[in-house]
């Protein structure tokens, strides 16, 4: 499964949201539990990590509703699970240093 025009226009309304601080996908315990571990290690858009985290994210957005994702990711092993919520933050705080204007 790959990530259609419609699965983008989600993407960005879950990032939207996030970025005012709304997370209608994670808990923000299991945010901070996962991201207070130091991962530098990992980069969701290396060759080797894109097609897996492409396919979890299509996953995800394939499920009809928020209740049917929130299901979705809770079935995830452990890794799976810590992957997403990794690559959706790098995302949104990647999002967010983009939107602020440049400072010197």
């Given at each position: 499964?790959?990530l259609?025009?419609s699965?983008?226009?989600?993407i960005?309304?879950?990032?939207?949201?996030?970025?005012?601080?709304?997370h209608?996908?994670?808990?923000?315990?299991?945010?901070?539990?996962?991201l207070s571990?130091?991962?530098d290690?990992?980069?969701?858009?290396?060759?080797?990590?894109l097609?897996?985290?492409?396919?979890?994210?299509?996953?995800?957005l394939?499920?009809?509703?928020?209740?049917?994702?929130r299901?979705?990711?809770?079935?995830?092993?452990?890794?799976?699970?810590?992957?997403?919520?990794r690559?959706?933050?790098h995302?949104?705080d990647?999002?967010?240093?983009?939107?602020?204007?440049?400072?010197?």
């Amino acid at each position: 499964m790959s990530l259609d025009d419609s699965h983008l226009d989600e993407i960005e309304y879950l990032l939207t949201q996030s970025l005012n601080g709304v997370h209608h996908l994670f808990d923000h315990t299991t945010i901070a539990k996962i991201l207070s571990r130091p991962n530098d290690e990992f980069d969701p858009f290396s060759f080797e990590n894109l097609q897996m985290v492409q396919s979890l994210f299509a996953e995800l957005l394939s499920q009809e509703s928020l209740p049917a994702k929130r299901r979705f990711l809770h079935q995830l092993d452990e890794a799976s699970y810590e992957v997403l919520v990794r690559t959706y933050f790098h995302v949104v705080d990647n999002s967010l240093l983009a939107s602020k204007p440049e400072q010197h």
